[in-house]
């Protein structure tokens, strides 16, 4: 258990719901919940989820804290608003669902191996080395994640989608050795490190 997880856990000990509500953004909204499962059955994806959204609130309302945060069910939620345009009780249940996944990677509480959480860390990584992603090693990164035979297999099996992307000009050989990126790399990354100690700051206050 991470030293964060622990005390959050201590902090909120017996009330899950009072946690959500205050550290996952738009949490407070939970409790609006009225178990009508309009959103579970409007999820174009529930329905291979182990948990839907009408599900996790009512676990976080039963305080099963431990399942919903290594759940894998919100980190699969791919915004398509369907569940929020039809929510009798207008929660912004996609928001709510990306908060509690966020909420859990700061926790350590991510499931192993969870594909979206991969790829959101490796584009993160990406991301903040010039400001600007750098298509080829994001492919790259992505193929090769585990590792270098497995990488070889993934390239070759994409090798059409890399050359057309070469073509349509969206990926460029070159970008293996630099690649674009904004002028101020150092004043992006250092806005980003103070936005995320407020943050940090943020949770322990709340711990
Ligand atoms: S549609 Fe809204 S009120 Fe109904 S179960 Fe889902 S979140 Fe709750
Ligand atoms: S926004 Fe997410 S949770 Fe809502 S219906 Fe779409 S995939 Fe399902």
């Given at each position: 258990m991470s030293d964060l997880n622990t005390a959050m856990a201590e902090r909120y000990r017996n009330n899950f719901l009072k946690e959500v509500e205050a550290n996952v953004e738009e949490g407070e909204w939970v409790k609006m919940c009225m178990q009508c499962g309009v959103c579970a059955g409007s999820c174009p994806l529930g329905n291979a989820w182990e948990h839907?959204?009408?599900?996790i609130f009512m676990m976080i309302r039963a305080g099963k804290r431990e399942a919903?945060?290594?759940?894998?069910?919100?980190w699969m939620c791919t915004s398509c608003y369907n569940c929020?345009?039809?929510?009798?009780r207008g929660l912004p249940i996609t928001h709510i669902m990306h908060g509690l996944a966020h909420y859990a990677k700061r926790l350590?509480?991510?499931?192993?191996?969870?594909?979206?959480q991969e790829f959101s860390q490796i584009f993160w990584d990406n991301l903040m080395k010039k400001g600007r992603v750098n298509e080829l090693k994001l492919g790259l990164s992505l193929y090769f994640k585990d590792g270098f035979g497995q990488g070889i297999k993934n390239a070759l099996a994409n090798k059409q989608l890399g050359q057309n992307m070469m073509k349509a000009k969206?990926?460029?050989a070159m970008e293996f050795f630099g690649g674009h990126g904004i002028k101020?790399?150092?004043g992006l990354q250092k806005m980003i490190k103070k936005a995320q100690e407020i943050e940090d700051a943020k949770i322990?206050?709340?711990s």
């Open positions: 839907t959204p009408q599900k919903v945060l290594s759940s894998d069910s919100m929020i345009a039809r929510c009798p350590g509480l991510v499931p192993k191996n969870q594909p979206t969206r990926m460029n101020d790399t150092s322990q206050g709340n």
